[in-house]
Protein backbone atom coordinates (compact mmCIF):
# COMPACT_ATOMS: atom_id res chain seq x y z
CA UNK A 1 0.00 0.00 0.00
CA UNK A 2 2.48 2.12 0.84
CA UNK A 3 4.83 1.56 -2.34
CA UNK A 4 1.67 2.59 -4.71
CA UNK A 5 0.62 5.81 -2.69
CA UNK A 6 4.51 7.01 -3.46
CA UNK A 7 4.08 5.63 -7.43
CA UNK A 8 1.28 7.70 -7.59
CA UNK A 9 3.21 11.75 -7.09
CA UNK A 10 5.81 11.04 -9.87
CA UNK A 11 3.03 9.81 -12.55
CA UNK A 12 0.84 12.89 -11.94
CA UNK A 13 3.79 15.14 -12.51
CA UNK A 14 5.00 14.01 -15.45
CA UNK A 15 1.33 14.42 -16.99
CA UNK A 16 1.38 17.55 -15.93
CA UNK A 17 4.82 18.35 -17.12
CA UNK A 18 3.54 16.51 -20.52
CA UNK A 19 0.61 18.64 -20.87
CA UNK A 20 3.30 21.92 -20.18
CA UNK A 21 5.44 20.69 -22.86
CA UNK A 22 2.35 20.42 -25.39
CA UNK A 23 1.23 23.97 -24.28
CA UNK A 24 4.41 25.41 -24.70
CA UNK A 25 5.33 23.80 -28.05
CA UNK A 26 1.40 24.38 -29.04
CA UNK A 27 2.33 28.09 -27.81
CA UNK A 28 5.15 28.66 -29.74
CA UNK A 29 3.96 26.77 -32.75
CA UNK A 30 1.22 29.48 -33.18
CA UNK A 31 3.80 31.81 -32.48
CA UNK A 32 6.28 31.00 -34.91
CA UNK A 33 3.25 30.95 -37.22
CA UNK A 34 1.83 34.20 -36.54
CA UNK A 35 5.28 35.56 -36.38
CA UNK A 36 5.56 33.84 -40.67
CA UNK A 37 2.04 35.11 -41.32
CA UNK A 38 2.94 38.34 -40.31
CA UNK A 39 6.07 38.59 -41.86
CA UNK A 40 4.25 37.08 -44.66
CA UNK A 41 1.35 39.93 -44.89
CA UNK A 42 3.43 42.82 -43.56
CA UNK A 43 6.50 42.32 -42.26
CA UNK A 44 8.61 41.81 -45.55
CA UNK A 45 6.84 45.17 -46.69
CA UNK A 46 8.75 47.34 -44.09
CA UNK A 47 11.57 49.18 -44.48
CA UNK A 48 12.67 50.96 -41.14
CA UNK A 49 15.57 52.68 -39.93
CA UNK A 50 16.53 54.49 -36.40
CA UNK A 51 18.79 56.99 -38.69
CA UNK A 52 16.31 59.86 -38.95
CA UNK A 53 15.74 63.29 -37.45
CA UNK A 54 13.15 65.69 -37.78
CA UNK A 55 14.31 68.75 -40.17
CA UNK A 56 12.74 72.25 -41.04
CA UNK A 57 13.69 74.81 -42.98
CA UNK A 58 14.79 77.38 -40.41
CA UNK A 59 16.49 80.96 -41.46
CA UNK A 60 18.49 83.14 -39.17
CA UNK A 61 16.98 86.65 -39.76
CA UNK A 62 19.89 89.32 -40.34
CA UNK A 63 19.25 93.00 -41.49
CA UNK A 64 19.91 94.39 -44.29
CA UNK A 65 21.04 97.45 -43.33
CA UNK A 66 23.47 98.62 -40.57
CA UNK A 67 22.77 100.61 -37.45
CA UNK A 68 21.89 100.38 -33.57
CA UNK A 69 19.00 98.26 -32.69
CA UNK A 70 16.48 101.04 -31.13
CA UNK A 71 14.06 97.82 -30.32
CA UNK A 72 13.43 93.89 -29.78
CA UNK A 73 10.11 92.90 -29.94
CA UNK A 74 10.16 89.34 -29.42
CA UNK A 75 11.70 87.67 -26.77
CA UNK A 76 12.98 83.68 -27.18
CA UNK A 77 10.87 80.36 -27.80
CA UNK A 78 7.79 82.97 -28.75
CA UNK A 79 5.64 81.88 -31.75
CA UNK A 80 5.57 84.49 -34.62
CA UNK A 81 3.52 85.27 -37.82
CA UNK A 82 4.83 86.35 -40.90
CA UNK A 83 5.54 89.73 -41.49
CA UNK A 84 5.66 90.54 -37.61
CA UNK A 85 8.39 93.43 -36.89
CA UNK A 86 11.06 91.34 -34.72
CA UNK A 87 13.75 93.50 -34.63
CA UNK A 88 13.84 97.60 -34.90
CA UNK A 89 17.16 99.46 -35.98
CA UNK A 90 17.65 103.73 -35.72
CA UNK A 91 16.16 105.07 -38.64
CA UNK A 92 16.50 108.60 -38.03
CA UNK A 93 19.43 108.61 -40.45
CA UNK A 94 17.51 106.72 -43.29
CA UNK A 95 14.86 108.90 -42.84
CA UNK A 96 16.77 111.80 -43.74
CA UNK A 97 18.54 110.16 -46.45
CA UNK A 98 14.46 109.61 -47.58
CA UNK A 99 14.21 113.59 -47.39
CA UNK A 100 17.25 114.56 -49.33
CA UNK A 101 16.04 111.80 -51.87
CA UNK A 102 12.76 113.36 -52.11
CA UNK A 103 14.38 117.05 -52.40
CA UNK A 104 16.65 115.81 -54.90
CA UNK A 105 13.58 114.42 -57.27
CA UNK A 106 11.65 117.61 -56.85
CA UNK A 107 14.64 119.31 -58.20
CA UNK A 108 15.20 117.42 -60.96
CA UNK A 109 11.34 117.24 -62.03
CA UNK A 110 12.03 121.67 -61.66
CA UNK A 111 15.03 121.06 -64.12
CA UNK A 112 12.89 119.15 -66.66
CA UNK A 113 10.29 122.03 -66.64
CA UNK A 114 12.53 124.31 -67.08
CA UNK A 115 14.84 122.96 -69.74
CA UNK A 116 10.91 122.04 -71.28
CA UNK A 117 10.18 125.72 -70.80
CA UNK A 118 13.53 126.55 -72.92
CA UNK A 119 12.63 124.01 -75.62
CA UNK A 120 9.23 125.89 -75.72
CA UNK A 121 10.79 129.01 -76.64
CA UNK A 122 13.29 127.73 -78.72
CA UNK A 123 10.42 125.90 -80.46
CA UNK A 124 8.86 129.44 -81.01
CA UNK A 125 11.69 131.24 -82.25
CA UNK A 126 12.59 128.45 -84.69
CA UNK A 127 8.46 129.39 -85.76
CA UNK A 128 9.64 133.16 -86.35
CA UNK A 129 12.69 132.43 -87.89
CA UNK A 130 10.19 130.46 -90.85
CA UNK A 131 8.27 133.79 -90.77
CA UNK A 132 11.20 135.90 -91.45
CA UNK A 133 12.78 133.32 -94.24
CA UNK A 134 9.26 133.68 -95.71
CA UNK A 135 9.52 137.06 -95.99
CA UNK A 136 12.64 137.64 -96.68
CA UNK A 137 12.04 134.91 -99.76
CA UNK A 138 8.80 136.97 -100.65
CA UNK A 139 11.49 140.16 -101.06
CA UNK A 140 14.10 138.22 -102.75
CA UNK A 141 11.27 137.26 -105.55
CA UNK A 142 10.39 141.05 -105.51
CA UNK A 143 14.17 141.99 -106.19
CA UNK A 144 14.58 139.95 -109.35
CA UNK A 145 11.25 140.96 -111.08
CA UNK A 146 12.69 144.62 -110.16
CA UNK A 147 15.74 143.47 -111.36
CA UNK A 148 14.12 141.67 -114.38
CA UNK A 149 12.13 144.69 -115.15
CA UNK A 150 15.12 147.12 -115.10
CA UNK A 151 17.18 144.84 -117.09
CA UNK A 152 14.36 144.81 -119.65
CA UNK A 153 14.57 149.10 -119.30
CA UNK A 154 17.92 149.19 -120.06
CA UNK A 155 17.66 147.47 -123.32
CA UNK A 156 14.63 149.12 -124.37
CA UNK A 157 16.03 152.51 -123.92
CA UNK A 158 19.87 151.52 -125.31
CA UNK A 159 18.15 150.11 -128.87
CA UNK A 160 16.44 153.60 -128.45
CA UNK A 161 19.58 155.79 -127.86
CA UNK A 162 21.16 153.62 -130.89
CA UNK A 163 18.26 155.09 -133.46
CA UNK A 164 18.56 157.48 -131.84
CA UNK A 165 15.23 158.33 -130.56
CA UNK A 166 16.13 158.76 -126.71
CA UNK A 167 17.92 160.85 -124.78
CA UNK A 168 21.61 159.36 -123.51
CA UNK A 169 20.93 161.13 -120.46
CA UNK A 170 17.60 159.06 -119.69
CA UNK A 171 19.65 155.91 -120.73
CA UNK A 172 21.84 157.03 -117.94
CA UNK A 173 19.09 156.90 -115.57
CA UNK A 174 17.58 153.92 -117.08
CA UNK A 175 21.04 152.10 -116.34
CA UNK A 176 20.92 153.35 -112.29
CA UNK A 177 18.07 152.05 -112.19
CA UNK A 178 19.25 149.04 -113.33
CA UNK A 179 22.17 149.20 -111.22
CA UNK A 180 19.81 149.88 -107.84
CA UNK A 181 17.58 147.08 -108.45
CA UNK A 182 20.44 144.57 -108.99
CA UNK A 183 22.12 146.07 -105.59
CA UNK A 184 18.65 145.41 -104.02
CA UNK A 185 18.67 141.76 -105.48
CA UNK A 186 21.84 141.20 -103.99
CA UNK A 187 20.86 142.26 -100.66
CA UNK A 188 17.31 140.36 -101.02
CA UNK A 189 19.63 137.21 -101.72
CA UNK A 190 22.33 137.66 -98.64
CA UNK A 191 19.03 138.77 -96.66
CA UNK A 192 17.77 134.96 -97.24
CA UNK A 193 21.22 133.26 -96.69
CA UNK A 194 21.17 135.38 -93.14
CA UNK A 195 17.70 134.18 -92.21
CA UNK A 196 17.86 130.58 -93.10
CA UNK A 197 21.92 130.66 -90.96
CA UNK A 198 19.73 132.46 -88.47
CA UNK A 199 17.47 129.40 -88.40
CA UNK A 200 20.11 126.53 -88.50
CA UNK A 201 21.47 128.11 -85.64
CA UNK A 202 17.95 127.95 -83.50
CA UNK A 203 17.68 124.66 -85.06
CA UNK A 204 21.05 123.23 -83.70
CA UNK A 205 19.83 125.33 -80.14
CA UNK A 206 16.79 123.91 -80.16
CA UNK A 207 18.93 119.98 -80.48
CA UNK A 208 20.98 120.63 -77.55
CA UNK A 209 18.04 121.65 -75.70
CA UNK A 210 16.39 119.01 -76.40
CA UNK A 211 19.42 116.58 -75.66
CA UNK A 212 19.50 118.54 -72.61
CA UNK A 213 16.17 117.85 -71.98
CA UNK A 214 16.63 114.29 -72.03
CA UNK A 215 19.37 113.91 -70.01
CA UNK A 216 17.04 116.23 -66.87
CA UNK A 217 14.43 113.31 -67.74
CA UNK A 218 17.18 110.71 -67.04
CA UNK A 219 18.34 112.25 -64.04
CA UNK A 220 14.35 111.82 -63.02
CA UNK A 221 15.18 108.30 -63.27
CA UNK A 222 17.89 108.26 -60.99
CA UNK A 223 16.23 110.16 -58.77
CA UNK A 224 13.67 108.18 -58.49
CA UNK A 225 15.71 105.23 -58.13
CA UNK A 226 17.87 106.88 -55.19
CA UNK A 227 13.98 107.41 -53.41
CA UNK A 228 12.75 103.89 -54.23
CA UNK A 229 16.57 102.80 -52.48
CA UNK A 230 16.12 105.22 -49.70
CA UNK A 231 12.55 104.07 -48.94
CA UNK A 232 13.59 99.96 -49.23
CA UNK A 233 16.17 101.17 -46.57
CA UNK A 234 13.54 102.46 -44.30
CA UNK A 235 11.59 100.08 -44.10
CA UNK A 236 14.09 97.49 -43.91
CA UNK A 237 15.38 98.69 -40.39
CA UNK A 238 11.82 97.41 -39.16
CA UNK A 239 12.96 93.51 -39.71
CA UNK A 240 10.46 91.35 -39.82
CA UNK A 241 8.94 87.36 -39.85
CA UNK A 242 9.67 85.72 -42.75
CA UNK A 243 7.08 83.21 -42.56
CA UNK A 244 5.35 81.99 -39.17
CA UNK A 245 7.19 79.79 -36.71
CA UNK A 246 8.65 80.46 -33.37
CA UNK A 247 12.04 82.78 -32.42
CA UNK A 248 15.36 80.62 -31.66
CA UNK A 249 18.89 81.51 -31.13
CA UNK A 250 18.14 84.94 -30.13
CA UNK A 251 21.48 86.83 -30.14
CA UNK A 252 20.61 90.48 -30.74
CA UNK A 253 20.07 93.14 -28.08
CA UNK A 254 19.27 97.22 -27.77
CA UNK A 255 22.03 99.18 -28.62
CA UNK A 256 23.95 96.52 -30.27
CA UNK A 257 25.47 98.00 -33.70
CA UNK A 258 24.23 95.49 -36.72
CA UNK A 259 25.53 95.46 -39.94
CA UNK A 260 23.93 93.41 -42.95
CA UNK A 261 24.07 89.49 -43.12
CA UNK A 262 25.09 89.46 -39.38
CA UNK A 263 22.93 86.54 -37.52
CA UNK A 264 20.29 88.29 -35.07
CA UNK A 265 17.75 85.31 -34.50
CA UNK A 266 16.56 83.24 -36.22
CA UNK A 267 12.79 81.78 -37.24
CA UNK A 268 11.94 77.98 -37.46
CA UNK A 269 8.51 77.11 -39.16
CA UNK A 270 7.78 74.34 -36.33
CA UNK A 271 4.51 73.26 -37.77
CA UNK A 272 6.40 72.14 -41.43
CA UNK A 273 9.05 70.33 -39.85
CA UNK A 274 9.60 67.42 -41.87
CA UNK A 275 11.69 64.01 -41.26
CA UNK A 276 14.78 63.31 -42.82
CA UNK A 277 15.28 59.19 -43.00
CA UNK A 278 18.95 58.11 -43.89
CA UNK A 279 17.78 54.50 -45.13
CA UNK A 280 20.45 52.06 -46.39
CA UNK A 281 20.67 51.64 -49.97
CA UNK A 282 19.71 47.71 -49.89
CA UNK A 283 16.59 49.17 -48.17
CA UNK A 284 15.53 51.38 -51.53
CA UNK A 285 14.38 48.90 -54.02
CA UNK A 286 10.84 49.27 -53.23
CA UNK A 287 10.52 52.28 -51.98
CA UNK A 288 9.17 55.68 -53.97
CA UNK A 289 7.43 58.68 -53.12
CA UNK A 290 3.47 58.54 -52.05
CA UNK A 291 4.21 55.33 -49.77
CA UNK A 292 2.71 55.67 -46.05
CA UNK A 293 5.44 55.96 -43.20
CA UNK A 294 4.95 55.35 -39.54
CA UNK A 295 7.11 57.57 -37.08
CA UNK A 296 8.02 57.27 -33.61
CA UNK A 297 9.31 59.97 -32.06
CA UNK A 298 11.83 59.06 -28.97
CA UNK A 299 10.80 62.30 -26.91
CA UNK A 300 7.21 60.78 -26.79
CA UNK A 301 6.53 57.08 -26.17
CA UNK A 302 4.09 55.08 -27.46
CA UNK A 303 3.08 58.13 -29.61
CA UNK A 304 3.38 57.80 -33.67
CA UNK A 305 2.52 60.11 -36.67
CA UNK A 306 1.89 59.43 -39.65
CA UNK A 307 3.39 59.93 -42.87
CA UNK A 308 4.31 59.88 -46.64
CA UNK A 309 7.68 59.58 -48.45
CA UNK A 310 7.81 62.60 -50.13
CA UNK A 311 11.28 62.48 -52.24
CA UNK A 312 14.33 60.56 -52.24
CA UNK A 313 17.99 62.30 -52.37
CA UNK A 314 19.24 62.00 -55.64
CA UNK A 315 23.05 60.89 -53.91
CA UNK A 316 24.02 59.46 -51.10
CA UNK A 317 25.08 61.54 -47.78
CA UNK A 318 29.04 60.23 -48.87
CA UNK A 319 28.12 61.99 -52.26
CA UNK A 320 27.43 65.44 -50.81
CA UNK A 321 29.89 65.26 -47.67
CA UNK A 322 32.71 68.11 -47.27
CA UNK A 323 35.27 65.34 -47.87
CA UNK A 324 33.69 62.82 -50.38
CA UNK A 325 35.47 59.21 -50.16
CA UNK A 326 37.93 58.23 -52.95
CA UNK A 327 37.49 54.65 -53.23
CA UNK A 328 40.02 54.41 -56.46
CA UNK A 329 42.81 55.03 -53.62
CA UNK A 330 44.37 52.53 -51.14
CA UNK A 331 42.31 49.20 -50.39
CA UNK A 332 38.70 48.82 -50.84
CA UNK A 333 36.02 48.17 -48.29
CA UNK A 334 32.85 48.22 -49.16
CA UNK A 335 30.07 50.02 -46.97
CA UNK A 336 26.20 49.99 -47.59
CA UNK A 337 25.76 53.33 -48.15
CA UNK A 338 22.75 55.77 -46.72
CA UNK A 339 20.91 57.62 -49.07
CA UNK A 340 18.45 60.42 -47.45
CA UNK A 341 14.57 59.82 -47.56
CA UNK A 342 12.25 63.24 -47.48
CA UNK A 343 9.26 62.00 -45.29
CA UNK A 344 6.09 64.67 -45.06
CA UNK A 345 4.41 64.93 -42.00
CA UNK A 346 0.57 63.98 -42.31
CA UNK A 347 -1.52 66.37 -40.14
CA UNK A 348 -4.25 64.59 -38.14
CA UNK A 349 -6.59 65.77 -35.88
CA UNK A 350 -6.70 66.28 -32.24
CA UNK A 351 -4.43 67.36 -29.26
CA UNK A 352 -1.08 66.05 -30.05
CA UNK A 353 2.66 66.97 -29.13
CA UNK A 354 4.38 69.14 -31.29
CA UNK A 355 7.32 67.55 -33.06
CA UNK A 356 10.25 70.26 -32.77
CA UNK A 357 13.51 70.18 -35.44
CA UNK A 358 16.26 67.69 -34.21
CA UNK A 359 14.29 65.05 -32.59
CA UNK A 360 14.98 61.72 -33.02
CA UNK A 361 12.32 59.17 -34.25
CA UNK A 362 12.35 55.72 -35.64
CA UNK A 363 10.94 55.96 -39.22
CA UNK A 364 8.85 52.92 -40.79
CA UNK A 365 8.11 52.62 -44.70
CA UNK A 366 5.34 50.24 -45.84
CA UNK A 367 6.53 49.41 -49.34
CA UNK A 368 3.36 47.69 -50.33
CA UNK A 369 2.20 50.01 -52.61
CA UNK A 370 5.06 50.07 -55.04
CA UNK A 371 5.10 46.27 -54.96
CA UNK A 372 1.63 46.01 -55.63
CA UNK A 373 2.29 48.05 -58.46
CA UNK A 374 6.07 46.88 -59.46
CA UNK A 375 5.71 42.81 -58.81
Known amino acids: MNQAIEVLPPTLMQRHRRALVSAVSVAALLGVVGAGAWWWN ?5 EETDDAYVRADWVAVSPRVAGYVSEVLVDDNQAVK ?35 ARLDTLDAQLSEQQQRIVQARAALDSGEAEARRAHLD ?32 AQARAQVARQQAQAQVIQARRQQAQAQLL ?8 AQARLALARNALADTAIRAPFDGVV ?12 PGLPLLAVVPVTQAYVIANFKETQLQHMAPGQAVEI ?37 TKIVQRFPVRIRLVQRGGASPPILPGM ?13 HGG
Do not use: C, M
Open 42 to 46: LGRYL
Open 82 to 116: AGDVLVRIDARDYTERLHSAEAQLQQAHAAVTAQQ
Open 154 to 185: YQRYRNLVAQQVASAQHLETVSASQAQALAAL
Open 215 to 222: ERQAHIGE
Open 248 to 259: GQRKVRRQQYAT
Open 296 to 332: AVDSFSGQHWQGEVHSIAPGSGAVFALLPPDNATGNF
Open 360 to 372: SVIATVDTRGERA
